[in-house]
RNA sequence: GUCCCCAUCGUCUAGCCUGGCCUAGGACGUCGGCCUUUCAAGCCGGCAACACGGGUUCAAAUCCCGUUGGGGACACCA
């Protein structure tokens, strides 16, 4: 049996962008599942748009997502003498051949031929030069076949056949001596013995023109999956104009890795009716059986409510953690911590039902770990009225006076209360509420109470019937 | 323009390969209700799709052909 050996190659000119890391994630899935290699390999043999601060932030998303890799990462930099080697090894054979043809030549010829709406390829000028030594710069292309038939048979589309006609006599070494892509991508494929390359179907048609250079090399031709594509909401390729689209900028909105995961999986391939997957669940399950042939459509309402849900679901002590920079963001690093981590995991707890991301749950934090929380005007206005001030006041003398204090016989005395002065639990509820976290939105108020303990309670509750007495308002 | 891919609710999808169980299922969103101390969460329900036209067949979302629509590729970018 052959070892599965997949890769997730992208080049360092920018961000990484969340259609690559559905890529990656696809490959990851299968090399897991398969107990293969996954390898990661930098393609960057553009030096005019690859920058290191890109290489940076493609293993700083892929790390983020625990897509962690086998092998490398790989820089094709690194590699030239490989490239170098095998296209000569192509010249030798006569597979491939100088051209001198200058890249404005090359570019007026396909803008002429564009004009003329014929077909733009490589006209073929320098094929049987036989250029052996030339003087000024030179590229090499490879002699495409130009008879019979390139047939794929794809791990997700199915076979897709191409006549060789259409195929054209790519550079494969550039004037510079730098390798292209569709050559460095075919002796690296090669060396590194990928079984199956697993990419986005942008790349279907530069099937046909890498297969033969594999067969001109001597190579093992791998299997091909070609995935349908992420688009934005008006069907064109996803890009900055639809929303975010690097990784890191969900980890700094809040989103959990997993969640991200579970959501870009879904985009694409389905196990049934399921829409919750742990990472586990989905090594286990995952095939191409599954995969849609079709592009979709990213849909933030959908990852905002599948991140909800791993906020809700996932393990609160693991949510303290990924909820840290966010709190140290807003100034609460020091205060964080003093605090016991117990109390902060009760503390998401109480949180997560109301909070889609680390944001907005960070947000939700401030009145439980300032002192004194900010009061908002209108909560107060409406609720901290000068009327409720004695009310509020018995309720803190009878809190006080409570020996154990504890949620059930907090609710007792609540309930007394309500009977006493004939108030309905909204009427009660509320500006007690806006008293302990300076909000009339929170959780349920006795759980409130229960975080908060007695100390910062009667704390709280004092400093709301002063405001209610009118001592500030 | 040439080549290639694709086509089920607004969106993600199940079903398609191996036609009948499909009055087309689930999820997000949306609308309504329940629960309720606020807001959420949860629960219940509504609206909403087989692109179109031909075949094949007793029977087609499912198989075949065409049309239309969408996407991708055609660089000394990857």
Known sequence: MSQVRVRFAPSPTG???IGGVRTALFNWLFARREQGTFILRIEDTDQSRSTDEAI??????????????DQGPFRQTERMDLYRHHALQLLDRQQAYWCVCTAEELDARRQEAQAQGGQQKYDGRCREKGILNPSGDAALRFRAPQAGQTIIEDLIKGRVVFDNAVLDDLIILRSNGYPTYNFSVVVDDALMGITHVIRGDDHLTNTPRQVPMFQALGFTVPQ???????MGSDKTRLSKRHGATSVLAYRDMGYLPEAMINYLVRLGWSSGDQEIFSIAELVEKFSFEHVQKSAAVFNPDKLLWVNAYHIRHGDPSRIVSLLMPFLEQKGFGQAVKTTPVGWMEQLVIMLRERARTLVEMAAAAEPYLMPEPTMEPEAVHKFLTPQMAPILETLAQRFNSDKVFSKETLEGIFKVLLEESGLKMGQLAQPVRVALTGRAVSPGIFEVIDLLGREATMMRLRRGIAVAQGVHS
Request: hydrophobic letters at 55%; aromatic letters at 16%; glycine letters at 12%.
């Open 224 to 230: 091909f999956g070609h995935l349908p594509m992420i």
């Open 56 to 69: 940076q932030a493609i293993l700083d998303g892929m790390r983020w997502v625990g897509l962690d890799w």
């Open 15 to 17: 961000y990484l962008h």
